[in-house]
């Protein structure tokens, strides 16, 4: 049974940081790329990063470069994303999607598989 469970997601006053992390399993988690997208109630689902199957290439959303950075451990079967000098309009529900095709990684409609999100809430 494949499974994405996102976790560390939170309330962070504006400038602060946090750490999602993402558990993959029932899948070969080393074939696929991954990736973090994020979505605001009532808005589509926004690409946010992804990083190649062994880690060797990450691309970026030109808002948070810089700010965010995606990681992976293929032996814990884990993908993170470190966020840093968040903003309100960070503010959204976090997902970990997993997709066969590096140029396929930022179209929703190419994910093999998605996680439930975690909430992201930025304010003071």
């Known amino acids: 049974q494949v499974q994405l469970v996102e976790s560390g997601g939170g309330l962070v006053q504006p400038g602060g940081s946090l750490r999602l992390s993402c558990a993959a399993s029932?899948?070969?988690?080393?074939?696929?790329?991954m990736s973090w997208f994020r979505q605001v109630s009532g808005k589509e689902r926004e690409w946010v990063a992804s990083?190649?199957?062994?880690?060797?290439?990450?691309s970026h959303v030109d808002s948070v470069k810089g700010r965010f950075f995606i990681s992976r451990d293929n032996v814990k079967n884990m993908v993170y994303l470190q966020m840093n000098s968040l903003k309100p309009e960070d503010t959204a529900v976090y997902y970990c999607?997993?997709?066969?095709?590096?140029?396929?990684?930022?179209?929703?409609?190419?994910?093999?598989?998605w996680g439930l999100g975690t909430q992201v809430t930025v304010s003071s």
């Open positions: 999607g997993a997709v066969k095709t590096w140029s396929d990684r930022r179209t929703l409609e190419n994910y093999d598989y």
């Open positions: 029932g899948f070969i988690f080393r074939t696929y790329h």
């Open positions: 990083i190649e199957n062994y880690g060797i290439g990450t």
